[in-house]
């Protein structure tokens, strides 16, 4: 996790961490996240090792608010170098000056302005640093190369936005996705995060890693189709020996008997006991149904989720989400509305669950 990596920092004696977005998940965190992050800021710069960090389109408010990472700065434990639009400038660093350019998340409607106006530092060394996706990885959402980007004349590529690790050379130049410090979706359960450790002593670059291993780990529970079989992995999983509170991605099989809605609530129950009990940190139920996300790679476009997955985030209960499914389905000429009314009607228990929801409206 992030105060992994100021112990890494510290423990180096690096002379600055480079930072480059999304440090939140959230423009709006909470006072749990903005706790851990000025307490971990705070060691670092009782070091007296800068921090030095542009904005993801995580940390950019939407309308007029205030940018987490302005708060950051404001205590003194940061320098926020981009915000809004791109920079140019030079830190010093016990080792020396630094230049740098920083690019901040940009809609892509506006990247290619802004890489026409970018200036370069005229220091020795320097760093560009950019939270963007470079078309270099093949996602839908790439939108810039490292050609249009420009990367020749800096010492160092530093980027961010992508979550995995991911490096390349560029005309001498190392151009580097740390990966983020801990995986926020099923897509990045690989086991491995990483910080680089980057040595701009020398006439080029060079480039090493640094493994982290306390970050949060997701456990996938795949082909689920009765409570049993979910409590059976769960039990192998030994929840309690891991570090960190894991996040559990449950997929329920297409056959099970999970069909039957008692089962259904029943693994509801167990998941959600999971999370009070502070066995696991969340958890995300996949119902059969709901498309499969394909790839490796992390998308910021999810696919279009099925009917069935929308009103189940909606209600967040199989019973509920079944019946509402059932008076839609019914609706567009399946089953006969009138027939599952009298259902619902004939159910006290499912009545009395529907009282509840509408009253919380
Ligand atoms: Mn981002």
Not at 72 to 101: C, D, H, I, Q, W
Not at 116 to 140: F, G, I, Q, Y
Not at 203 to 226: C, G, M, P, Q, Y
Request: charged fraction near 25%.
């Amino acid at each position: 996790m992030f105060d992994e990596v100021v112990e890494v920092a510290i423990r180096e004696r690096v002379d600055g961490v480079i930072h480059c977005g999304d440090l939140f998940d959230d423009p709006e965190p909470s006072p749990r996240a903005f706790y851990n992050a000025v307490k971990s800021l705070k060691k670092l710069s009782g070091a007296g090792i800068p921090f030095l960090v542009i904005a993801g389109q995580h940390d950019q408010p939407k309308r007029a608010e205030v940018s987490p990472l302005k708060v950051l700065e404001e205590v003194g434990v940061a320098r926020l170098l981009a915000l809004g639009k791109p920079s140019t400038g030079v830190v010093n660093l016990r080792s020396g000056e630094l230049g740098f350019t920083a690019i901040p998340y940009t809609p892509p409607g506006a990247m290619h302005g802004v890489l026409r106006e970018l200036r370069k530092p005229d220091t020795r060394r320097s760093v560009l640093m950019a939270h963007l996706l470079l078309k270099e990885l093949n996602l839908p959402t790439s939108h810039v190369s490292l050609a249009e980007l420009g990367v020749s004349g800096f010492s160092y590529v530093a980027l961010g936005d992508y979550h995995l690790r991911w490096s390349t050379n560029y005309s001498g130049v190392p151009v580097v996705y740390p990966g983020s410090t801990e995986a926020l979706d099923v897509l990045e359960s690989s086991d491995e995060r990483y910080v680089a450790m980057v040595d701009l002593s020398g006439e080029s670059a060079s480039v090493s890693w640094v493994k982290l291993s306390r970050f949060r780990k997701i456990l996938v529970v795949d082909n689920v189709s009765s409570f049993a079989d979910l409590q059976r992995a769960i039990l192998r999983y030994r929840l309690e020996e891991l570090g960190k509170k894991p996040m559990l991605y449950v997929k329920l099989s297409p056959k099970g008997g999970y069909t039957s809605s008692s089962e259904r609530v029943r693994i509801e129950q167990l998941l959600r006991d999971l999370v009070r009990q502070g066995k696991i940190l969340n958890y995300r139920l996949v119902l059969p149904g709901v498309e499969e996300v394909e790839g490796s790679g992390v998308s910021e476009e999810a696919p279009p989720p099925t009917l069935d997955y929308v009103v189940y985030e909606v209600v967040k209960d199989p019973e509920l989400s079944e019946l509402l499914l059932k008076i839609i389905r019914g609706s567009e000429g399946g089953e006969g509305i009138r027939k599952v009314i009298d259902d619902v009607l004939a159910n006290e228990r499912l009545v009395e669950k529907l009282r509840k929801v509408v009253s919380k409206r």
